[in-house]
């Protein structure tokens, strides 16, 4: 399978960012800047909630 990653357009010029893929039945989410350490998958749902949370500074520090 080809994955498509893209880069967050709230990227900045220090590679502090993240890229997506649109997997099967899920989202891939990963380091742009060790892009062969692997992945995160996050059911479309589970990725939503992560979005919400982190847009209303929600998120556990």
């Known amino acids: 399978m080809n ?3 893209r880069k967050s357009t ?3 010029d220090y590679g502090n ?3 997506l ?3 099967p039945h899920a ?3 990963r380091d ?9 998958t996050l059911t479309p ?4 909630d992560l979005l919400t949370r982190a847009k209303l500074d ?3 520090h």
């Open 3 to 5: 994955i498509h990653w």
């Open 10 to 12: 709230r990227s900045d």
């Open 17 to 19: 960012c993240v890229e």
């Open 21 to 23: 893929a649109a997997l």
């Open 27 to 29: 989202v891939g989410i």
């Open 32 to 40: 742009s800047k060790a892009p062969d350490a692997g992945h995160l």
């Open 45 to 48: 749902r589970a990725f939503a």
């Open 58 to 60: 929600r998120l556990p």
